[in-house]
């Protein structure tokens, strides 16, 4: 992991590249990145960064070709910066994981090491405790119960919480058939039905929620839920 003494340095030069890498894909970069590396995890927040492309296709009200088309540009930039992500954070990346929000014009990449995620310490075990059965209660209403949560990530800025179990079986035959396309469109669904109990969230917290992301990994048959918190 990279050493605190020179982590502002590290983050302004990924932030920098990964912005330079976009910007030479498609001629223009994002606005701004904004990257957080904590507990094995690395995750780079983008805004205002949207192809005229798919611009057109969310006019158009083609939601689902537009998510197409971003999991293929995702990807391909994944695979770009991978390397200097794990050169200069000494994250070893097994996972590769992302969401946007088109309505708000920004998303998330997820890199995740193959270290084992552990449970963040909290002084606090009754407000950890509240928020994950909160989570679980949540997940039953919109989509499915996680046979386990844990809360892997408390930063001032982010807070994640894994789920594990969380695909249902349509879910799970459509990945193994090779049908995660299809899967794109649902998983902007559940964000949003997520993003309908952000105040449930907060009065746990005790922080306004600015953005809440849900990334996938159907392989492992998980899920994340990365809360940008203020």
Partial sequence: MIKESHQQQDLTYLSSFICKIMKRRLGKGPEQCN???KNNLVIVKIHNF???AEEVLCHKQELSLALKFRSVLVKAIIEEVKADITKVTRVEITKSLFDWDYEKNVGIMMFVGNES??????ANTML????????KIISDR???RPSSVKWVLSDPVVQVIECNDVLIKTESLLFENGYEDLLL??????????????DEFESILGQSIR?????????SNKNYLIFFVK
């Fill in 35 to 37: 990257i957080v590396v």
């Fill in 50 to 52: 949207i192809t005229p």
């Fill in 117 to 122: 995620l552990h449970t963040s310490p909290f």
């Fill in 128 to 135: 950890e405790d509240s928020f994950i059965d909160k989570i």
């Fill in 142 to 144: 919109i989509h499915k």
């Fill in 185 to 198: 469109e649902r998983g902007q669904e559940i964000r949003k039905n997520y993003n309908d109990y952000c």
């Fill in 211 to 219: 953005q809440l992301f849900v990334t996938w990994d159907y392989e």
